[in-house]
């Protein structure tokens, strides 16, 4: 489920289709602690992926994977990174088609180890992040051309702190992120909200769209609050640089809030366009 958050309403939003070039991000060989991920970044080449529309389905489709060792945050790792104009967020399901060469080798390399990468927004306005989301790889199909099909479920997120190379792909070090607790902050009455913000949106937007006005189901799933905080950004598309925001992020009850402001501006614009709707039929 995707919802289409008009960009007016969102704090950020891409206007035009970004150019990719994780090779332009080159390290500072006298400053190891040097991070380019800076917003002034020159991204000239196009990453060739290709998201798979006709691959359809939701996080409820694969069984989570409960590791052995679940990641702490102080913990440094080395992790191949894919800068892609898109954010990925924990528990979302993301289809790619891999063909070209270097991340070819990257595929090589993950589907003899341990299946996860980085996946990380980048555009060619306000470059590449620091904070992205690691895409375990829970289905493969290699053709004979060598290209993949993968889909890819969202895990933990990770700051980058340190580039370690970037050929023939990039790897950082990345330290992982967790939601501080919050205070005294009603975290079931404000998800709670959000999904019934939610649910008048999808409704209003099916009525626009000439669908019936069904009641949308159970929502939650029986998600707790920052899980359902995640999902609830999964479904803003079209306003990646929002969605980066909510994924930064590193309380609950905020991701929570700044989603539900988005949601109740987009409830306001649906509710005037029904209204025109209903006054100028034919408009």
Known sequence: MALLIPSQFSSSSLTHQPSINPNALSPNPLNPKFKP???????????????????????????????????????????????????????????????????RIMMHTLLHTDLRFGVIYSDAVSGTAEVGCVGEIVKHERLVDDRFFLICKGQERFRVTNIVRTKPYLVAEVNWLEDRPSGDEDFEGLANEVESYMKDVIRLSNRLNGKPEKEAQDLRRNQFPTPFSFFVGSTFEGAPREQQALLELEDTAARLKREKETLRNTLNYLSAASAVKDVFPSS
């Open 37 to 103: 991920f800076s917003k002034s970044s020159s991204l000239s080449q196009s990453c060739r992926f290709h998201r798979l529309s006709s691959l359809r389905c939701s996080a409820s489709s694969f069984p989570e994977k409960h590791h052995s060792n679940p990641p702490q945050s102080d913990e440094v790792v080395e992790l191949p990174l894919f800068p892609l104009p898109l954010v990925l967020f924990p528990g979302a399901i993301l289809p790619l088609q891999i063909f070209e060469f270097r991340y």
